[in-house]
């Protein structure tokens, strides 16, 4: 799993582009100017020998008067002058960024530093435990999932270490896969048999390896089965709050999409700014500016292309009410009932989605995760 260091970085290259163009305009505007003043010619302009008279003249003064609107302080000079100062305010801004990075990286060092410490005496940690998954009788049916918000009703009922895998008819063959993650279920720092606790949400969010991802990836080992799917089908991960975080370590993690083709991630309060997801998959994170909870990792989701997210409210209240599941589905279903254009990029990342939405269900698969002790318990 890789967590991301700077994002800083992406503001300087900005700014260095905006001045590289800035430059470029300054270039154009020169060439325009020395090429007028090869133009003014006695012959031409002035003298006994005028061609054309007055007319010539006057169509001259024209177009000198246009070539001041195109060079001046509205034109070339005017725009290159605007992209030199937004280059400016963009260093200064990353600059200022690089700074709370900084902050935040250290912050989260000293929580990986404390779990370190607090799993010496049997807190916060996984070691001497092994993931177990065992299928259940799915606790709900699954009709086709006509958009977001029904992707993020899925994680409703995954009580008890349940994840849900549910298998769709892909529009070109195949089966394309959507795993739902449940989000945090128990609260104790010392970590039980289910591994949906504060121990993975820390140790998540620091960038470790948790039984709680593991028995996600196996859930979706177990729904696949042998033989049954291609390492090439689609796969989307939701979840909500701790759900997300391990749907985005999953998906930021190599080793699980050299085996599984993560194309779509949906996550609903959840802090995941951390995690380096690659392009290649389309993000959509819901927040809410009342709930504390997505501000966790001290850093703003990064705006790509790839990632889109829609934050709601204006804060800085503070809700603890506004980090339930259910207000979050509620969320999700307005903005994608709300009139196209109304939230911008969702109807572009629901026409990515194509591969999971609005296609026959062919299966549903649920397993209990649990953390079992090889060694004596810590």
Do not use: K
Request: hydrophobic share 45%.
């Amino acid at each position: 799993m890789t967590v991301v260091g700077v994002r800083s970085e992406g503001l300087f290259v900005v700014a260095r582009h905006l001045a590289a163009v800035a430059e470029d305009l300054r270039g154009e505007a020169e060439g325009v100017a020395s090429a007028l003043a090869r133009c003014r010619s006695p012959g031409l302009l002035g003298g006994p020998g005028l061609l054309g008279g007055p007319a010539v003249l006057g169509s001259w003064v024209r177009v000198e008067a246009a070539a001041l609107r195109v060079l001046g302080p509205a034109g070339l000079w005017g725009e290159a002058l605007g992209l030199d100062a937004l280059a400016v305010r963009l260093r200064l801004a990353a600059r200022g960024y690089e700074e709370v990075e900084r902050w935040a990286a250290a912050v989260l060092g000293g929580v990986r530093v404390g779990s370190d410490v607090a799993a010496r005496g049997g807190l916060l940690t996984d070691g001497g435990a092994a993931v177990a998954v065992t299928p259940v009788v799915p606790s709900r049916e699954v009709s086709p999932l006509t958009g977001p918000g029904d992707l993020v009703a899925l994680g409703d009922g995954l009580d008890g270490g349940r994840v849900r895998v549910v298998e769709l008819a892909a529009p070109g063959g195949g089966s394309a896969w959507v795993v739902a993650v449940p989000g945090t279920q128990e609260w104790s720092p010392r970590p039980g048999s289910d591994p949906f606790d504060l121990t993975s949400d820390v140790r998540a969010v620091t960038g470790d390896a948790t039984l709680a991802a593991a028995g996600v990836a196996a859930a979706l080992d177990v729904a696949r089965g042998a033989g049954r799917g291609a390492d090439d089908e689609p796969v989307l991960l939701v979840g909500h709050s701790q759900g997300g975080i391990l749907a985005a370590a999953l998906a930021s993690d190599a080793g699980f999409r050299g085996r599984h083709r993560v194309t779509h991630v949906v996550t609903t309060g959840s802090p995941v700014a951390v995690f380096d997801l690659p392009a290649s998959v389309r993000v959509l994170s819901v927040e809410h500016a009342d709930d504390p909870v997505p501000t966790l990792d001290l850093s703003p989701n990064p705006a790509t292309p790839s990632w889109l997210t829609v934050r709601v409210g204006e804060g800085p209240g503070v809700d603890v009410r506004r980090h339930a599941l259910a207000e979050y589905l509620r969320t999700v279903r307005a903005a994608e009932d709300a009139p196209r254009g109304t939230v911008p990029g969702m109807g572009a990342w629901e026409a990515s989605a194509g591969d999971f939405l609005h296609r026959p269900v062919r299966s549903v698969t649920e397993v209990v995760v649990e953390r079992g002790w090889q060694n004596p318990r810590p």
